[in-house]
């Protein structure tokens, strides 16, 4: 638990409601992996944000964030506001300054920011922007600033489109019923209406010929993980992402204003990986010598549990286009092993997943520092004479092959006594799986 002195910054975030904000997971765990004592706490203002933001800068908080409903008018408590912040007509971000705070709009660059980490080039594009509220704006703005060349922006009321339009130039209003008269071409394509955030909800335009038309997707929202628009994009083949990562990047943002650091990628990372563990559930990793059972137990619990299940081995034959016999057969085990640990590297925004490992995975301490970092470890054990019963026959796996039942005994033994160790070190759980089905197994592990 952290500890508190009278020297600890205090930082914070405004509005109502508040209680359910994910800004204290963002900013805690920055002041962490970061090294500064400071402390980030949600703070419920009932209606006078005047009042309640003079009697925050007289006792001394070092910055906050501002949340619906006061990021327009907190700008009448504030010392000065930033052009980009006026320019979008609402704030976020205060940061001390002569005689009180001066306010920011870190959402804008936020977005470009997630957009630039996903590889989304924008200069030159066309973009196709669905809403017309507060978060399509800021939206509509940052594509501006990007280099989108022309916004389709669709809602129903077309006059609330057409009021974003009079700031934005490159904004073409329509109302969503006429999205037929977007012309033929690819696009990027934004989400920013709310449709999407009840499990009732379906697609603002349900028309295949629509979402044909994008390039790449983005739902500002992000809990559920997954929209009906996110799922129409996937289902056609087209790479898109959710608003995890806008909420990442504009708290980032605001957090090297008030401390005056660089946020690194990885930490960047870091953080969104605990994000995504708090709204979207923790990984079960599964570690355990070849034979143990990893695959199907995995496929058991993410069952039970309603959780993604992901095959290592398989996932790296997948992105290879051979089989990891031919990968050492015409490379060598350790190009295999360089695979491994840039895969596990990859999986760190993974979140309510099973994940079933390689059973040579822990032998690295990388490895196993980053398959720490993703979940609970739970060691699958099992004798020598299960895998040895499990495994003969089996051709697909480079390190067993061997004339006879005997010499396969005796490699089976000699590697299970080396790896043990780390298997036992490093697990939080260890089941034994003899003679135990994979849902008998599943059963056991407490996750």
Known sequence: MKEISGKTNVIGVIGNPIEHTLSPVIHNTLCSLMGIDAVYVPLKVESDIESAVKGLSE???YGLNVTVPFKRDVMKALSSVDEEAAEIGAVNTLVRSNGGYKGYNTDMQGLLRALEAKKVELSGKKAIVIGAGGAARAVCFALMHGG?????????????????????????????????????????????????LEPADGLVIDDDTFYIMAEYGYDLIYNPAVTPFNKKLSELGIRNDNGLTMLLYQGVIAFEMWFGVKISRNISDAVYAELCKRLYGNNVVLVGYMGSGKTS??????????????DLDEYIEKKEGRSIREIFEFESEEYFRNLETRTIKSLFKLSNTVISTGGGSVLRKENRDNLRKLGE??????????????LKGDESRPLLQAESEAELRKRIASMLESRNPYYEIFADQVVYTDRLSPFEIAEIIEV
Not at 300 to 308: L, N, S
Not at 377 to 390: E, G, P
């Open 148 to 196: 989108v060349t022309d916004i389709y922006l669709l809602n129903r009321s077309v006059e609330k489109a057409e009021d974003i339009a009079k700031d934005v130039p490159i904004v073409k209003a329509l109302s969503i019923s006429d999205y037929k008269k977007i012309p033929g071409d690819k696009y990027l394509m934004f989400q920013c209406t709310s449709v999407g």
């Open 297 to 310: 137990v995995g496929k058991e619990i993410a069952k039970m549990r309603g959780m993604d299940f992901i």
């Open 59 to 61: 006792s001394g908080v």
């Open 377 to 390: 470890i739970v060691y699958l054990k099992a004798d020598v004479d299960t895998l040895v019963d499990r």
